[in-house]
């Protein structure tokens, strides 16, 4: 079955979506293509390490609003849907969240309307695929994925990213010498990718027929 990649809608795009009194939207049937794609048994892209979100609510969102974060352009969130303030303000939030998806979910994922829309199928997948390994499952102090006791579901929370270095720094000293697994990043980059143009096709539907 071939899988079309989700746009956001028209009013959230350019000047529209500028002007816009409701810049943020939930989008279902992002979220169902993404499950589809990457997640579910059987998926076109599926990838094990995702395993865990078979048993997670996702909550995802358009937003058409520009972000930065460090001076770099924001075009991607993922987020512990949780609150930290008072009664009050804690049910004005749940009111909204529950409002667009039925429920409060575990994690809350945010893509950029305009980049999601003009950016290539490849770096579409990337990016969704990027959002979705921060929403992680945690680990016990062996490194063994944590359950809940009662419920026996995964406990989730933020993964952070695998490497956290410096470009400047692998290039004046080398991977080796870097910080984190940025060793096994250049290793992995030195291979053929395991998602080739042709699986991208097959998952997105869209590519050769929109300009990168």
Request: some cysteine.
């Amino acid at each position: 079955m071939i899988l079309v990649r989700p746009r956001p809608p028209e009013g959230l795009l350019g000047q529209a979506g500028a002007d816009t009194a409701n810049p943020v939207q939930p989008a279902h049937e992002l979220h169902d293509w993404l499950r589809a794609t990457f997640v579910d048994e059987g998926a076109p892209l599926r990838n094990e390490d995702h395993q865990h979100l078979l048993d997670a609510n996702l909550g995802v969102l358009w937003c058409s609003l520009p972000s930065e974060s460090k001076g770099n352009t924001v075009v991607g969130l993922c987020e512990e849907a949780t609150f930290v303030g008072n009664r009050w303000a804690k049910a004005r939030w749940e009111q909204q969240i529950v409002g667009w998806f039925g429920m409060v979910p575990d994690f809350l994922l945010t893509f950029h309307a305009d980049y999601a829309d003009q950016c290539s199928d490849a770096a579409f997948c990337a990016l969704v695929e990027h959002e979705l390994y921060h929403a992680g499952q945690k680990r016990d102090r062996w490194g063994a994925p944590r359950f809940n006791s009662q419920t026996g579901r995964p406990v989730f929370g933020i993964r952070g990213h695998d490497v956290e270095e410096f470009v400047g720094i692998v290039a004046r000293y080398g991977a080796g010498n870097a910080a984190g697994q940025t060793r096994a990043l250049v290793d992995a980059a030195g291979r053929a990718p395991i998602v080739c143009d042709a699986d991208i096709t097959g998952a997105c539907g869209t590519c050769g027929r929109r300009a990168p």
